[in-house]
T-cell receptor
Framework: DTGVSQNPRHKITKRGQNVTFRCDPISEHNRLYWYRQTLGQGPEFLTY????????KSRLLSDRFSAERPKGSFSTLEIQRTEQGDSAMYLC??????????????FGPGTRLTVL | AQKITQTQPGMFVQEKEAVTLDCTYD???????LFWYKQPSSGEMIFLIY??????QNATEGRYSLNFQKARKSANLVISASQLGDSAMYFCAMRERSGGSYIPTFGRGTSLIVHP
């Protein structure tokens, strides 16, 4: 399978615990995005990387959230001291940025987080 | 103000008929991109079609076409010959420049149900 993969697919945790999600993009894609999606809403942008550089972070991304893409390949999203309001689907997408292409993003299946 | 507005929370269509899903957007940029994604109940976001702001012709991809009216800032998705498998959530999204980066924004989505 050469699409975007995310692990784990589901995560249940207790309030106050830390969680980490992983995203493996399509291999030749240089951009990687993280989104959060709650029920009845569209995806909300959190952050994105071009290669290993984190270029943009949403104001939604509080200090408890951190993302890395250490070698410009896979990425991790960590949430520290989880809160019930963090319960959501976390989506990862990747794209190939160039001057002539649409920078179309291809999404992974998501990680569903439930904070008890 | 909403950057992407999808005014139809739900739409119903008879199998084999055409349906139009509305999307209006708000931007002051001259260079931007518009996308439509499909999200079935399985949760994965599937790219359908892209329209660049400088594209003079409406984009088409198989049964999908994008009715782009730049002056009205609308980018409606037309699905021809609806199939039962088209039942899903549909999201309109815009990619616009923010500083040196491109930030994507999604609408709240339209739920499409195709009746046999």
């Amino acid at each position: 399978d050469t699409g975007v993969s995310q692990n784990p697919r589901h995560k249940i945790t207790k309030r106050g615990q830390n969680v980490t999600f992983r995203c493996d993009p399509i291999s030749e894609h240089n951009r990687l995005y993280w989104y959060r999606q709650t029920l009845g809403q569209g995806p909300e942008f959190l952050t994105y990387f071009q290669n290993e550089a984190q270029l943009e972070k949403s104001r939604l991304l509080s200090d408890r959230f951190s993302a890395e893409r250490p070698k410009g390949s896979f990425s991790t999203l960590e949430i520290q001291r989880t809160e019930q309001g963090d319960s959501a689907m976390y989506l990862c997408a990747s794209s190939l940025a160039s001057q002539t292409r649409a920078d179309t993003q291809y999404f992974g299946p998501g990680t569903r987080l439930t904070v008890l | 103000a909403q950057k992407i507005t999808q005014t139809q929370p739900g739409m119903f269509v008879q199998e084999k008929e055409a349906v139009t899903l509305d999307c209006t957007y708000d931007t002051s940029d001259q260079s931007y991109g518009l996308f439509w994604y499909k999200q079935p109940s399985s949760g994965e976001m599937i790219f359908l079609i892209y329209q660049g702001s400088y594209d003079e012709q409406n984009a088409t991809e198989g049964r999908y076409s994008l009715n782009f009216q730049k002056a009205r800032k609308s980018a409606n998705l037309v699905i021809s010959a609806s199939q039962l498998g088209d039942s899903a959530m549909y999201f309109c999204a815009m990619r616009e420049r923010s500083g040196g980066s491109y930030i994507p924004t999604f609408g709240r989505g339209t739920s499409l149900i195709v009746h046999p």
